[in-house]
């Protein structure tokens, strides 16, 4: 599978930004699909995901209530729209693919559940 993410860029903090990662998938149904992220001098954090075949999403508590993920079937398309961005945001924001889905949500923020990772975007939250 190939991820290519788009979107990334500089944003004041407060502003918003969606993130878009391109899926070369038959049906993103059959995939569970995640963001993370990297800090400078971090490890790799999972932002959110969705995981489950209903296509219910899960996000970090370090995030939840400012970024949601979301995804186009048809388009093959995972998206991550970021609103009240802060500093602390500020990464390379990497979309992961994995061919395994579960009903256990938290599973999909760790590294380990996917096998396919995009080339990341980097986004630069500052004033």
């Known amino acids: 599978v190939q991820l290519v993410e788009s979107g990334g860029g500089l944003v004041q903090p407060g502003g918003s930004l969606r993130l878009s990662c391109e899926a070369s998938?038959?049906?993103?149904?059959?995939?569970?699909v995640g963001w993370f992220r990297q800090a400078p001098g971090k490890g790799r954090e999972g932002v959110a995901c969705?995981?489950?075949?209903?296509?219910?999403?899960y996000t970090a508590d370090s995030v939840k209530g400012r970024f949601t993920i979301s995804r186009d079937v048809a388009k093959k398309t995972v998206y991550l729209q970021m609103d009240n961005l802060k500093v602390e945001d500020t990464a390379v924001y990497f979309c992961?693919?994995?061919?395994?889905?579960?009903?256990?949500?938290?599973?999909?923020?760790?590294?380990?559940?996917?096998?396919?990772w995009g080339q990341g975007t980097r986004v630069t939250v500052s004033s």
């Open positions: 969705i995981v489950s075949s209903d296509g219910s999403s």
């Open positions: 998938v038959t049906n993103l149904d059959y995939y569970s």
């Open positions: 992961a693919a994995g061919t395994t889905l579960t009903t256990n949500k938290p599973l999909g923020l760790m590294e380990g559940w996917y096998n396919s």
